[in-house]
């Protein structure tokens, strides 16, 4: 046994002057890359939570508002007192007053070379509820100079629900006043006139001048 070699130490560990004991140095680098891993991860959640509470403070990803599938911020409305939490159906608008087919006097005026046409669109009115007053050829003023389907003529007092009830029988028609004070209506057939609109669209457009719909609900 050498001298170098401690007491009680034999076998490997005997140290003969050519070979010394490995002694292991303590393992540092596993705890130092354990900590840096912890440090990373710590500075990590640090700034995730910075980010939110900035969100927060300028009012994204509150309460406020919801993301809509197409990606833009929607207003969430705010409930009205003791309104339910179900959405309300929408509530119709009512009914509009407007005069009745008959409480319209209509004069037919044939402003094209047709021959009749006046008589045949003054029996159709009449069949349709209308007044039927004066049936003939156009004024001078409108004679052959009527390029539309037609032109409705009434005085400037003439209630302005009269025009659009008329106006539902004739598409693309034109509204204009003159200085007669009674409240009948002059129809004035042009050349592009070929026939009144047929009685059911008429009716249904009738109907819906009548019985306005609700504006559909704005979607995000």
Same mark, same amino acid.
């Given at each position: ?12 560990? $005997? ?5 010394? *004991?490995?002694?292991? $140095?303590?393992? $540092?680098?596993? =705890? ?22 900035? &969100? ?20 969430t409305p705010?409930? =009205? ?24 006097? +209509? &004069?037919?005026? &044939? ?16 069949? =349709? ?5 004066? +049936? ?19 005085s400037p ?22 200085? $007669? ?32 719909? *609700?504006?559909p609900a704005?979607?995000?």
């Amino acid at each position: 046994m050498s001298m170098l070699t401690p007491p009680g130490m034999g076998g490997k560990y $005997r140290v003969t002057g050519a070979a010394y *004991p490995r002694m292991r $140095r303590p393992r $540092r680098r596993r =705890r130092i890359v354990f900590t840096v891993l912890g440090a990373v991860l710590g500075l990590a959640l640090l700034g995730y939570g910075s980010v939110q509470l900035m &969100n927060v403070f300028r009012g994204e990803g509150g309460t406020g508002k919801h993301q809509s599938a197409a990606g833009k911020d929607c207003a969430t409305p705010k409930p =009205r007192a003791g309104a339910a939490a179900a959405a309300s159906p929408a509530v119709a608008k009512p009914a509009v007053a407007l005069p009745k087919p008959g409480e319209i006097t +209509v &004069n037919v005026y &044939n402003a094209t070379p047709r021959a009749g046409l006046a008589k045949a669109v003054g029996d159709e009115l009449k069949k =349709r509820g209308f007044t039927v007053g004066k +049936v003939g050829n156009a004024p001078a003023d409108f004679d052959k100079k009527v390029p539309g389907t037609g032109i409705l003529l009434g005085s400037p007092t003439t209630d302005k629900a009269a025009f659009s009830v008329l106006g539902t029988q004739l598409e693309g028609d034109t509204q204009q006043t003159d200085a $007669r004070e009674g409240a009948d209506i002059d129809l004035i057939l042009g050349d592009a006139f070929k026939e009144l609109s047929p009685k059911e669209a008429a009716d249904k457009e009738l109907y819906l001048l009548a019985n306005p719909q *609700p504006a559909p609900a704005k979607t995000c």
